[in-house]
């Protein structure tokens, strides 16, 4: 099960850390990343998290976006930076590059920056 948390409402510039808790410890070592689907859109790869030493990012994000995990606590995170209207959507955490169990995505959380 993968729940995340965090999201919520946010002015331009302003940041958000998301946090995904994996519920089973068998998917600790599993490569994660994070994606999010804007309204209209298709859900895209923000960010993957390989191992500790190679971190991924959509262009879109680099720079603004930092993904990491504390697997002691089984959970995943997303620092967001310097957000804008186009962060916008509904974000996930899953496996990378496939889900951790197949087709199944958590009820993800919303972001929304607008002032």
């Known amino acids: 099960q993968l729940v995340e948390s965090g999201g919520g409402l946010v002015q331009p510039g302003g940041s958000l850390t998301l946090s995904c808790a994996v519920s089973?410890?068998?998917?600790?070592?599993?490569?994660m990343g994070w994606y999010r689907q804007a309204p209209g859109k298709q859900r895209e790869l923000v960010a993957v998290?390989?191992?500790?030493?190679?971190?991924n990012y959509a262009d879109s994000v680099k720079g603004r976006f930092t993904i990491s995990r504390d697997i002691s606590k089984n959970t995943v995170y997303l620092q967001m930076n310097s957000l804008t209207p186009e962060d916008a959507g509904v974000y996930y955490c899953?496996?990378?590059?496939?889900?951790?169990?197949?087709?199944?995505w958590g009820q993800g959380t919303q972001v929304t920056v607008s002032s």
């Open positions: 899953n496996g990378y590059p496939r889900t951790l169990v197949p087709g199944y």
């Open positions: 998290m390989i191992d500790s030493n190679k971190l």
């Open positions: 089973d410890s068998r998917y600790s070592r599993n490569v």
